[in-house]
Each structure stands twice: as structure tokens, then as C-alpha cells.
């Protein structure tokens, strides 16, 4: 059974950079929240202010968007099959790595609140059970590496355009890594160069990664059922190792509301 | 070609009723917000506390379900072909109507206040603008009905299971609505018997909604390359009506940030 990972790349989650905690913006935002400037997440509508002050400032501070991508993938069909593993990788190189289990709060401020005590303890709820946690400086090439995939496919607008489905089911292997954007500008800010990926376009239209998260969920669903083109030799992994992380990642929903 | 109406029906989606306007946590959260309690929506994860005084108290107030549906629909394929017409409707009979050219917040909060602007203007950003449009007292099949739909759909996880993207195909003629539910819990509270709909199940496993407009929208994309069965003789509108539909709708982009 095929085990897939979803990586959000160069995802606009970070805390307010140093450089602008003193702002205005900020300081007002830290008193309406009563939180210390420096452990909030920095959020495009509060603190666009203070933007300009910071390299790309017309696409940093989306915590929305990490949002949006984790509630749609963790109620997927492969989620829920316990066959998806969900990362976010954000422009600082921390990764943010999520149990399949795991029920997000819908409401964005509570999301911001739990990102931010991630932000704070490095895992949440507790240690004993970590349905969130934060690696830093691991750098995309470093975390594709050690996810150990037989193929990496990239969404990326200057890619190959052709059907994301067929590309999922002509994959090779078993472990199949799928990197989207998690940015509104602009391109990946990672060197890609290193991934040895398949990179694959959705069309010319730009899309909100909300769009790309539904897309490529919808596709992961559907790509199974493509007839596969004449089956090549794989290298296959041991069948052990898949199925240990298959029945790891089996639903309990034992209610750990995160 | 056809136009594709969907509505969120029966959705949480309500000022703050009279009967809780006095207690504790309405009054903290305007008090925060700096508004009036009659005006702000109903919040689940602010006006919990006094959820037990309102009937339905384990589904109400769940602004984040329209926001994720709307911003799924308005980014989605059909919608930019000026192919789809977007609905919510609530659980008071209000019908919130949105062009397809709106640029919704992406922000959440940003999201609650431009409704409660439309819930007490009853149109916004202006009258000669108006991107969002609230109708009051409208029943579903009343929405429904004024839509002269072809056909009519209604995923509902008591219908029949087969695949929505056959269903989309064989619907008949050019104007086909696709009606979901607005709540994270229960069955719809209209009545549905009168639509005279075909009610199609997504599976099993209870869906969020986001999920469900995620595999509704995808559908719809991929509905119209499904081979169609046998052809039937369907009544067909006159060509006028819909040619003026889809022009109407097709994208502005002129920036207008609702």
C-alpha cells in the first residue's frame, strides 16, 4: 500500500522577525491578544504596516494559508486511510510535522494560538502526546531526504502540464512525496534543484494554494484508480517497513482535539 | 453550456440571537471587538458558554464553514469560466449571494466583519457594487425554484452511492444545481422533499464541509469530461437565456476586494 506525504514548501509561517517587534502594528496586536510581540506568528493582516521593512513583505505572514492546507488534508479520504503523512516547511526551514490523528481547531484564532505554543514548547499538546511537532533548521532538500521516497513530484506553475492524476499513478514505488507552495508569490524560494523531482503544472491559471491542496487531495484519491502505463520494475521497499508506517498512521480519533 | 448553481444550504451562519445577547461571553467578545452584540455573528468558539440556551446549541454558529466554502468556490475552475453561481443559505432563511468576480479576505476575522457589514446593509462593498447581496426570508426550495434549475442534486450522506462526477454527467439540461449542507452535525432542517432532487452520497465517512466543496468543485471539473450516457431528449432552455448567464458571470478581476 502506498504511503504519501504532502509537504506545504516555503510556507509563510514564522514568528514577527526582531527587526520589526518594536513596530506599532505589533505592539498593538500584542496587547489586544495580551501575548509578548516576539511569540506571535507574524500575520499579514496585522502587522502589513510594518511590511515593508522586511524582504518579501508582499508575501509574508500567512498562518491562513498552513490553515487551510492541514484542515483539508487531514480530512482526506488518504488521511483517514491512515496513507498520508502532512508536513509544512516554512521560508525559515522549520518543519512543522502532523499526526495523521490530529483534529485542528476550525477557528483561525485558535490555530494561531496553537502554532504559536508549537512556536513556544516545539511540540503540543504535551510531549507524551505529540500530534504537532517543530524540527528547525531543516532545509526542504533535508526533510525529502529523509522521508526516503522512491519519487518526488513538485507543483510548480513552470512545470509539465499534464494530469496530475496519471503522473500519481505512473509514480514509481511506494513512497511518493507531492511539495506544493505555501506562499501567494512569487516561487519557491528552496533550491528545488536538489530534489531529483517530477515537476508538474495544474494549469496556467494562478491558484490559491487552497485550490492546489484540493487538487492534488482529490488527485492522491483518484490517482490509484488511473490504469497505470505498462508497469516497470520498481524498487520496491521492503514490504515490512511500509506496513509498520501504514498501521502507525491508522486513525484513532480518540478525540485529541490538538 | 451549462451554469452550475451551488448552495450551501441550511448553513450556521447568524447574528447573535436576541435570546443570548445578555450573556457573559456576547458581551466580552463585543466588548473586544468594540461592537454592538445584536451585530456580531454567532461565534462557536467565542459564545460557546451560552450555546446550551439556544436549541441546535451543538451545531450553531460556525462563520469558518461559509468562509472555506466560499473561498474554495470562488477560486475554483468553473467559477473563473463565469460557469458558477455561489449561495449561501441559512439556517433563518437568509441567502447570502455572491458575484463570481468577489475577492473575498482570506483572513478570517477580516471575513466575520465584512459579513456582519452585509447582515446590517444587506449589501456590500456598495449598492452599486454589490459583490455580496443578503436576501431575507427565502426557504431553500423557494432559492432553488427561482433558479429554474434542470436538475437538481443534494449531496446527502443518506442518498445513493455512486460517483458525483457521473451524476454531474447524466444531470439533465444546462442549468443544474448542487446543493450541500452548511452544518458539521445533523441532517438539513429544510424541507427537502420538495426540490425534486437526486440525492447523492460521497460515502460513508462524515465529511467537513470543506471536503465536501472541495469533491463537489472537483466534480464539477471533471463531471463535464465524463462520457455521457445514452443521450435522452432533455428540455433543452432557450440558447438567449443562458449565453446572457455565462456572460454575466464572466470574470472582471478588476480588483474589486470586497
Given at each position: 500500500?502506498?504511503q504519501?506525504?504532502?509537504?506545504?514548501?516555503?510556507a509563510?509561517?514564522?514568528?514577527?522577525p526582531?527587526?520589526i517587534?518594536?513596530e506599532?502594528?505589533?505592539l498593538?496586536?500584542?496587547?489586544?491578544?495580551?501575548?509578548?510581540?516576539e511569540?506571535?506568528?507574524?500575520?499579514?493582516?496585522?502587522?502589513?504596516?510594518?511590511?515593508?521593512?522586511?524582504?518579501?513583505?508582499?508575501?509574508?505572514?500567512?498562518p491562513?494559508?498552513?490553515?487551510m492546507f492541514?484542515l483539508?488534508?487531514?480530512?482526506?479520504?488518504?488521511?483517514?486511510?491512515?496513507?498520508?503523512?502532512?508536513f509544512?516547511h516554512t521560508?525559515?526551514?522549520?518543519v512543522?510535522?502532523?499526526k495523521?490523528?490530529t483534529?485542528?481547531?476550525?477557528?483561525?484564532?485558535?490555530?494561531?494560538?496553537?502554532?504559536?505554543?508549537?512556536?513556544?514548547?516545539?511540540?503540543?499538546?504535551?510531549?507524551?502526546?505529540?500530534l504537532?511537532?517543530?524540527?528547525?533548521?531543516v532545509?526542504?532538500?533535508?526533510?525529502?531526504e529523509?522521508?526516503?521516497?522512491?519519487s518526488v513530484?513538485?507543483?510548480?506553475?513552470?512545470?509539465?502540464?499534464?494530469?496530475?492524476?496519471?503522473?500519481?499513478?505512473?509514480a514509481?514505488?511506494?513512497?511518493?512525496?507531492?511539495?506544493?507552495?505555501?506562499?501567494?508569490?512569487?516561487?519557491?524560494?528552496?533550491?528545488?534543484?536538489?530534489?531529483?523531482?517530477?515537476?508538474?503544472?495544474?494549469?496556467e491559471?494562478m491558484?490559491?494554494?487552497?485550490?492546489?491542496?484540493?487538487?492534488?487531495?482529490?488527485a492522491?484519491?483518484?490517482?490509484?484508480?488511473?490504469?497505470?502505463?505498462?508497469?516497470?520494475?520498481?524498487?520496491?521497499?521492503?514490504?515490512?517497513?511500509?506496513?509498520k508506517?501504514s498501521?502507525?498512521?491508522?486513525?484513532?480519533?480518540?478525540?485529541?482535539?490538538?
Open positions: 500500500m502506498r504519501y506525504f504532502l509537504i506545504l514548501a516555503d509563510e509561517l514564522e514568528l514577527v526582531t527587526r517587534v518594536g506599532r502594528c505589533v498593538n496586536s500584542a496587547r489586544a491578544r495580551n501575548k509578548v510581540p511569540k506571535m506568528m507574524l500575520d499579514a493582516s496585522h502587522h502589513h504596516p510594518a511590511f515593508g521593512k522586511l524582504p518579501d513583505g508582499d508575501r509574508r505572514g500567512r491562513d494559508i498552513a490553515h492541514l483539508l488534508s487531514l480530512d482526506s479520504d488518504v488521511n483517514a486511510e491512515g496513507r498520508l503523512r502532512v509544512i521560508r525559515n526551514d522549520d512543522v510535522a502532523v495523521p490523528e483534529r485542528l481547531p476550525p477557528n483561525y484564532i485558535r490555530f494561531v494560538g496553537l502554532i504559536e505554543q508549537l512556536f513556544d514548547q516545539h511540540v503540543v499538546p504535551s510531549r507524551e502526546n505529540a504537532l511537532e517543530l524540527r528547525q533548521k532545509p526542504l532538500a533535508t526533510l525529502v529523509a522521508l526516503k521516497p522512491d513530484i513538485v507543483l510548480d506553475p513552470a512545470g509539465e502540464r499534464t494530469p496530475l492524476e496519471g503522473a500519481i499513478a505512473s514509481e514505488g511506494e513512497r511518493v512525496v507531492i511539495i506544493m507552495g505555501g506562499f501567494s508569490k512569487g516561487t519557491f524560494s528552496s533550491d528545488m534543484r536538489k530534489l531529483k523531482a517530477r515537476r508538474i503544472s495544474l494549469g491559471r491558484l490559491k494554494v487552497w485550490t492546489v491542496s484540493s487538487k492534488a487531495l482529490r492522491l484519491e483518484a490517482g490509484e484508480s488511473v490504469p497505470e502505463p505498462s508497469p516497470k520494475p520498481t524498487k520496491k521497499k521492503p514490504a515490512k517497513s511500509t506496513a508506517k498501521s502507525g498512521a491508522r486513525r484513532a480519533r480518540k478525540k485529541p482535539e490538538a
